[in-house]
């Protein structure tokens, strides 16, 4: 029997893993922290709820990463202007500079990956971005 779920969820964890170890080694933060930043960047200035929302993690986790990431000096963190409890979240320069240099590195060394692979980089990032635009838009 053909289980794609599980092969999807092998795959994406066995990624991650990979992902997880070239940030350490050669940017000195997790993947997860990585993508904080990433999320961030995409996201724009944005709040602890938004970026919780778009990780698809909790909140008290997203605000011990904006922590450790903020003392870190990769992301200033502001009260919202709207006021309330809530706060603002930007990449500072060094943020992005980082965000910019492992992005680069990582999407450089996935891309070589999947090529080595014997599968076309191009028509399998043309079907990922297929099936995240379907679950993202479920008709």
């Known amino acids: 029997m053909k289980n794609l779920g599980l092969e999807l969820h092998t795959l994406v964890s066995r990624l991650e893993q990979a992902g997880d170890r070239i940030m350490r080694a050669d940017h000195g933060l997790s993947y997860r922290r990585f993508m904080v930043l990433v999320m961030v ?4 200035a944005s709040t602890q709820r938004a970026l919780a929302d778009g990780l698809g993690v909790t909140e008290p986790s ?3 990463m904006v922590g450790t990431l903020a003392d870190s000096g990769l992301l200033s963190v502001l009260p919202d202007p709207a006021g309330g409890n809530r706060r ?3 990449l500072t320069d060094a943020g992005r500079q980082l965000v910019d240099r492992a992005g680069t590195d990582l ?3 996935l891309t070589k990956f999947v090529e080595s692979t014997g599968v076309p980089f191009d028509a399998y990032f043309a079907h990922t971005q297929r ?5 993202t838009d479920p008709r």
């Open 41 to 44: 960047g995409e996201l724009g």
């Open 62 to 64: 997203v605000s011990r």
């Open 88 to 90: 603002r979240i930007a």
């Open 107 to 109: 999407v450089q060394r």
């Open 131 to 135: 099936l995240n635009a379907a679950l």
